[in-house]
């Protein structure tokens, strides 16, 4: 599962903060089909995560709990956008 971080329940695009958006969508990576859960401090069950942005705090809480991170590029995308990047091969992945 892959956590994007979202703004709402109904919303359909990545927050610009991982820690500070009230919700995640639970990408499931083979099926493109997503479920929105509450943000409850990155518990949730999931092995990978997408940042907007290259945020150093973000990425180092989430690397510290085994978590591979991707980069959005410091672009609004929508949750299909990202599941497009990963049916293409072309989420970029920060090391």
Known sequence: MLAIPID????????????????????????????????????EEFSSAILYCDNKNEYEKCKSKDITIYSAENKKCSIDEIYMKIINNSLQELN
Not at 10 to 35: H, M, N, R, V
């Open 8 to 43: 709402s329940k109904s919303s359909t695009t990545i927050s610009k903060s991982f820690e500070e958006s009230p919700f995640f969508a639970l990408l499931d990576e083979s099926t493109g089909y997503f479920s929105v859960v509450k943000n409850n401090g990155c518990t």
